[in-house]
């Protein structure tokens, strides 16, 4: 298996645009991860998904920010309008519920300007 | 929600020294995980040890659920095992917190 694909690995774009953050988990996992990582604030656990349906959204920092998951081997991260505060590395994982530990995609980089 | 606090917060040794990590926590866990982010960024998970003990060569962890922490162990340490190790446990479902990290600096 190629693992946790997320893309783009590098983003930069403007304040006041749109992003989407794309991840395909492993083949055959129902659970997926949703993590932003700055070093202020660490790792955050933003959403997390069991068998494409959102189970906890609790860390979603605001309504600027939202998560969707049409099928087991895809979802996106969107936020709109992105402002400079939202600059981090955002995680993506997926884990099966036969062996619970996590394999973490490579991260996409997000600056916002 | 539950509390997460790993020590030392950094850690630099000399290549071929061994070195323990802790991670304690303040509620019981039925999810425990360590993780090693290399230098490049990439997170690794190391182990899923909720409870117990478990090795894969230079590393252990051991897990004492009913005194709420956990052990990595790192043996003959190597230049590559630099970066930063984490710690996350959850309490319920899914829902894993991390601990902020131990950084370590393994010089040769």
């Known amino acids: 298996d190629a693992g946790v694909i997320q893309s783009p690995r590098h983003e930069v774009t403007e304040m006041g645009q749109e992003v989407t953050l794309r991840c395909k988990p492993i083949?055959?996992?129902?659970?997926l991860f949703w993590y932003r990582q700055t070093m202020m604030r660490g790792l955050e656990l933003l959403i997390y998904?069991?068998?494409?349906?959102?189970?906890?959204d609790s860390g979603m920092p605001e309504d600027r920010f939202s998560a969707k998951m049409p099928n087991a081997s895809f979802s996106t991260l969107k936020i709109q309008p992105s402002e400079p505060r939202d600059s981090a590395v955002y995680f993506c994982?997926?884990?099966?519920?036969?062996?619970?530990?996590?394999?973490f995609g490579s991260g996409t980089r997000l600056t916002v300007v | 929600g539950i509390q997460v606090e790993q020590s030392p917060p950094d850690l630099i040794l000399q290549e071929g020294a061994n070195s323990t990590l802790r991670c304690n926590f303040s509620?019981?866990?039925?999810?425990l995980q360590w993780f090693h982010q290399n230098p490049w960024g990439q997170l690794i998970n190391l182990f899923y040890i909720p409870s117990g003990t478990k090795q894969n060569g230079r590393l252990s962890a051991t897990t004492v659920a009913t005194e709420r922490y956990s052990l990595l162990y790192i043996s003959s340490s190597q230049t590559t095992d630099s970066g930063v190790y984490f710690c996350a446990v959850g309490s319920g479902g899914f829902k894993t917190i991390f601990g902020a990290g131990t950084r370590l600096f393994v010089k040769a």
């Open positions: 998904f069991n068998n494409n349906v959102p189970i906890d």
């Open positions: 994982a997926s884990a099966g519920s036969s062996n619970y530990g996590y394999t």
């Open positions: 083949s055959g996992h129902d659970y």
């Open positions: 509620d019981s866990v039925n999810n």
